[in-house]
């Protein structure tokens, strides 16, 4: 998986704000959401960032896979990643 062409981004106070040039349209992601964007950026798979993520954060295996899922969905949906490599 790797960012849309059609994004730009940028960290701030340790969270991250992502612009659709498409769309017009800026996104905010949280300090955890930030570090999701930074691992997508380095084009890792959904599992090789829930490994990150398991190994940085105190969270369930479980809820980290689903709420994992979610945000790449939500990411996909809104045109600011491409889930193929």
Known sequence: MRPSENQVSCSLQGEAVILNYRSGVYYGLNPVGARIW??????????????DIL??????????WNDLQRIL???QQAGLIDLER
Do not use: F, G, K, N
């Open 73 to 75: 969905a939500e990411l």
């Open 38 to 51: 930074e691992l997508i950026q380095e084009s890792r798979t959904a599992p090789e960032v829930h490994q």
């Open 55 to 64: 190994s940085e954060y105190e969270v369930d295996s479980d809820r980290c």
